[in-house]
């Protein structure tokens, strides 16, 4: 049968592989990587670990995570430990996220992962 990859194309393919390509084609928007810079109205890069931090998150929440970040220090039991003083846990943004927030910072943070390709256009 024909491919019907594209309106002219004109491969023989088994009955099998041109039902995958109509899948895929049906699909295809939702696999292209999103560019950089792209997020949705309303919304603004988080930046919890730098430029590399591409979760769309309100302004309200950049800023949190801004004066975070800034009070990173003053949130550990000593500069070399690797341990939030007490009412204190680790964000968890991403993996290596070494900041210290309070328990719903870091609740508001995983939800913010969670809906992260919704809030990207």
């Known amino acids: 049968v024909w491919r019907e990859a594209t309106p002219n194309d004109l491969v023989c393919v088994t009955p099998g ?7 895929d084609n049906a699909q295809a928007a939702s696999r292209r990587a999103q560019p950089a810079g792209t997020c949705k109205s309303g919304y603004v890069w988080r930046e919890a670990t730098g430029s590399g931090d591409r979760v769309c998150v309100t302004p309200g929440t950049r800023a949190q995570t801004r004066e975070d970040n800034a009070q990173a ?9 690797r341990t939030c ?36 256009r």
């Not at 220090?73 to 430990?81: F, G, I, K, M, Y």
């Not at 846990?89 to 995983?110: F, H, M, S, Y």
Request: charged residues 25%; glycine residues 4%; aromatic residues 4%.
């Open 73 to 81: 220090a003053n949130r550990r039991v000593s500069a070399t430990n």
């Open 17 to 23: 592989t041109r039902a995958q390509t109509k899948d």
């Open 85 to 120: 003083k007490s009412g204190y846990v680790w964000r968890e943004a991403t993996p290596n996220d070494l900041v210290c927030v309070t328990p719903g910072t870091r609740a508001q943070t995983k939800d913010d992962n969670a809906q992260a390709a919704s809030r990207v």
